[in-house]
C-alpha cells in the first residue's frame, strides 16, 4: 500500500485551486476554436504543459507560470473574438 502524500497548507492548497480553475478555463476556450486539428493541438498543449509543471512548488516559479498561463488565455480569447 503506498503512502499517503503529505498534506497541503492553505497557501498549497489556494495555489492548487488557482491552478485547476485556469486549466479549467483554458480547456473551455479550447473548445470554442473553429478548427478540429487546431483545437486537438491546444488541448494537448495545454495538458502537456500543465503536467509538466505539476510538480512545481516555489511559490514565485507558481506565480510566474500563472502569470503566463492567464496571459496565454487573454490571447486565446481575443484571437477568439471573445473576452471575460
Known sequence: MKPLPPAMDLKQFMNSRQV???YRNIL???KLIPDKTDREY???WARSDFKTYKNVTDDLHI???MDHGEKSLRELQKNLGRTQ
Open 28 to 30: 473551455r476556450t479550447v
Open 63 to 65: 506565480k510566474a507560470l
Open 20 to 22: 485547476l480553475k485556469l
Open 42 to 44: 491546444m488541448r494537448e
